[in-house]
């Protein structure tokens, strides 16, 4: 076996009990269960450097090695869909995502998606698992998204995401004033009721997340965060925000009710209003090429509607007679 292009993996000490498949897939999201099952039963997966089953009980600390296999992984259908496209060699290329376009394809999107262009920007991504994509932005938020090219620079960002080692920063703006940065350290797992949000964890279960911010600008009742991901949790920054009652204006699933400053400009106002989604940009993505090993990093400016959001923010003057509504 080919270890070269192989994943080093883990187990966590709280997957005590837990299948084989099960815990690979939670390590692994990128590859979907079914394919990593095939790999277990065909030895591409290794626990503790042995065969193993899809059943097999994991007690915590274990070693798990994947070696991917170049295979056609996807069913879906390229699409003529424009890219923007930062940065393309042989290896890899780095898109910067607009807002609305959903990155694979699931229940009410199977199409127009970002797997579906870049199927058609250039066909050996369908080899790829999730055609290169090796993570992922929600549908709304927008920025800067690496796509490996190839199974060797796939599993060469896998791990350097595994490793912590790619670097991410977001711009966030928030409704409400910032005074300093600091760091946001609560447990992220799926809420109780609602499937589709996530939620802190309060009770020591869940996934570790970390996440740092630090005031960018301070602007009308509102401020734009810098924020580094230090973990890659669904939904992370959303949730850690709202939670620290730092809501992203714009979200509907964490932001609650709008909140909109009182005597301000009509105009502004109905800015304010018509911001229909998180107000979350991907800006600065950096990382070891991973062919070369060089260090790399890429940069893109806020999207027009947020960058103009911002621009009325800080124009308007900053007084105390401002009352959030």
């Known amino acids: 076996m080919n270890t070269d292009s192989s994943i080093q993996l883990t187990v966590p000490e709280d997957a005590l009990g837990e299948?084989?498949?099960?815990?690979?897939?939670?390590?692994?999201?990128?590859?979907?269960?079914?394919?990593?099952?095939k790999w277990i039963k065909s030895g591409d997966i290794l626990l503790n450097n042995k065969l193993a089953k899809t059943r097999d009980k994991v007690f915590g600390g274990e070693a798990i090695i994947v070696t991917p296999k170049l295979q056609e992984q996807t069913c879906d259908k390229p699409e003529s869909i424009h890219l923007d496209i930062v940065y393309e060699d042989e290896s890899m290329l780095v898109i910067n995502k607009p807002a609305g376009l959903v990155v694979h394809p699931g229940a009410g999107n199977q199409t127009g998606t970002l797997v579906n262009g870049l199927l058609a920007h250039e066909n050996a991504q369908k080899n790829l698992p999730r055609a290169g994509i090796v993570h992922r932005l929600d549908k709304d938020t927008?920025?800067?998204?690496?796509?490996?090219?190839?199974?060797?620079?796939?599993t060469a960002l896998v791990n350097q995401l595994q490793a912590r080692e790619v670097k991410r920063e977001y711009l966030a703006l928030v409704?409400?004033?910032?005074i300093a940065g600091a760091t946001i350290e609560a447990n992220i797992s799926r809420h109780p009721r609602d499937r589709k949000r996530m939620t802190v964890s309060l009770t020591g279960g869940g996934k570790e997340a970390i996440t740092h911010y630090r005031v960018e600008q301070r602007l009308l009742n509102h401020t734009l965060l810098r924020v580094n991901l230090e973990t890659g949790r669904t939904h992370q920054i959303r949730v850690h925000l709202a939670w620290k009652h730092m809501p992203i204006v714009g979200d509907k699933v964490y932001g609650g009710r709008p909140r909109i400053p009182k005597d301000i400009d009509e105009t502004l106002r109905q800015k304010?209003?018509?911001?229909?989604?998180?107000?979350?940009?991907?800006?600065?993505?950096?990382?070891?090429?991973?062919i070369t090993q060089e260090a790399m990093s890429w940069e893109a400016g806020m999207p027009d509607d947020m960058q103009d959001l911002v621009d009325s923010l800080h124009k308007e003057p900053l007084n105390n007679s401002h009352r959030i509504l």
């Not at 409704?175 to 910032?178: G, L, M, P």
């Not at 304010?272 to 991973?290: E, G, I, V």
């Open 142 to 154: 927008t920025g800067l998204m690496m796509v490996a090219k190839t199974l060797e620079a796939h």
């Open 19 to 37: 299948r084989l498949d099960v815990i690979v897939a939670q390590l692994c999201p990128q590859f979907s269960r079914s394919q990593l099952q």
């Open 175 to 178: 409704a409400t004033d910032v």
């Open 272 to 290: 304010l209003q018509k911001m229909n989604r998180q107000a979350l940009h991907a800006t600065r993505l950096s990382l070891q090429h991973p």
